[in-house]
């Protein structure tokens, strides 16, 4: 039922591999965030945006990057790959407002050999 | 944690007994949410509560709110197979960051 996509939903690359995560929500949200969490740990915020053109850096320090240009699109890229980025990546939207719940994307699993 | 732990790490329970979970976050809240993650997959909105608010329900959802000990506790009535999941609580802070807690893994054999 959910209405925000991910691809790829699994991802394993070399090293040195600039590689971007698609996410894309239908629901006009103009919030949209990216969250990144290890097999069985918490998430952790890397990146969010209030709308286009809008990105913030989260609460954990990432080397990734992201861009808004369109209200639907907040594809995230890594410039250069590597084991450390081995992780899940969740990307999520919401409607202004606080009284909200997010909408989640299933996911990319993303290993880096 | 970034904001705050869930108890207990696990569990393990039979069909139609209850699960409880609890919640507790470090800072002022502007509202409290429960999520359930299936198997590594995305996070599914369950029920949010507002910080003015004591106690909500859904279905057989319960949520507690008790912003002076600043935690929270989920109920789940008559479980499931199906409700065999990791829940995480989500704190609303700033306005505008949602920031998630360490989960609970809650597994329901028939």
């Known amino acids: 039922e959910a209405d925000i996509y991910q691809t790829p939903r699994y991802l394993v690359i070399g090293t040195g591999k600039k590689i971007t995560l698609e996410c894309s929500q239908t629901?006009?949200?103009?919030?949209m965030y990216w969250y990144q969490q290890d097999p069985g740990m918490e998430l952790h915020l890397i990146h969010y945006?209030?709308?286009?053109?809008?990105?913030e850096k989260g609460d954990l320090s990432s080397e990734s990057t992201v861009s808004r240009i369109r209200t639907e699109h907040f594809p995230l890229t890594l410039e250069s790959a590597r084991p450390s980025h081995t992780s899940q990546y969740l990307c999520?939207?919401?409607?202004?407002?606080?009284?909200?719940?997010?909408?989640f994307g299933s996911g990319t699993r993303l290993t880096v050999v | 944690s970034q904001q705050g732990e869930e108890d207990p790490q696990a569990l393990s329970i039979q069909e139609g007994e209850n699960a409880t979970m609890n919640c507790s976050y470090k800072?002022?809240?502007?509202?409290l949410q429960w999520y359930r993650q299936n198997s590594g997959r995305g996070l599914v909105h369950l029920i949010l509560?507002?910080?003015?608010?004591r106690e909500k329900h859904s279905g057989r959802l319960r949520v507690t709110l008790d912003t002076s000990k600043k935690s929270s506790s989920l109920l789940i009535t008559a479980s499931r197979a199906a409700d065999t999941a990791s829940y995480f609580c989500?704190?609303?802070?700033?306005?505008?960051?949602?920031?998630f807690g360490t989960g609970t893994r809650l597994q329901v054999f028939p």
């Open positions: 509560i507002r910080s003015n608010e």
């Open positions: 999520a939207s919401s409607e202004s407002g606080r009284d909200y719940g997010y909408t």
């Open positions: 629901m006009g949200h103009d919030k």
């Open positions: 945006s209030y709308g286009v053109n809008s990105t």
């Open positions: 800072t002022s809240i502007n509202n």
């Open positions: 989500a704190t609303l802070i700033k306005g505008h960051k949602l920031i």
